[in-house]
Nanobody, 124 residues
Framework: QVQLVESGGGSVQAGGSLKLSCTLSPDTYSSWHMGWFRQAPGANKREGVA?????????RYANSVKGRFTISRDNAKNTVYLQMNSLKPEDTGMYYC????????????????WGQGTQVTVSS
């Protein structure tokens, strides 16, 4: 069983930036594909925002965040990051880190492990 702990959420004005972090334990981090998902207020489904494969050979982004968000990982620190720039009010939501050993499960938005989430609020 892996544990995922997110941090870095907060409240910003539109146009601002935030950087989310997610640390995975135990330290078999390098063998896990990672993703960030979000759930907007009132929504009953989480949507994929960005994902990164184990060897950083593949990344993918939701169309709504392309050019504004960047996912990265530091295997030495067992941590994945989501740099969010040019934030918009519609980016508001609970952001979750997720992991799976299968890339297909991340792409299909069905990862096996989830963090508790960190709130991001963007005001206009």
């Amino acid at each position: 069983q892996v544990q995922l702990v997110e941090s870095g959420g907060g409240s910003v004005q539109a146009g601002g930036s935030l950087k989310l972090s997610c640390t995975l334990s135990p330290d078999t981090y390098s063998s896990w594909h990672m993703g960030w998902f979000r759930q907007a207020p009132g929504a009953n489904k989480r949507e994929g925002v960005a994902a990164i494969s184990t060897g950083v050979t593949s990344t993918r982004y939701a169309n709504s965040v392309k050019g504004r968000f960047t996912i990265s990982r530091d295997n030495a620190k067992n941590t994945v990051y989501l740099q969010m720039n040019s934030l918009k009010p519609e980016d508001t939501g609970m952001y979750y880190c997720a992991a799976d050993r299968l890339w297909g499960q991340i792409v299909a938005e069905r990862p096996s492990s989830w963090g508790q989430g960190t709130q991001v609020t963007v005001s206009s």
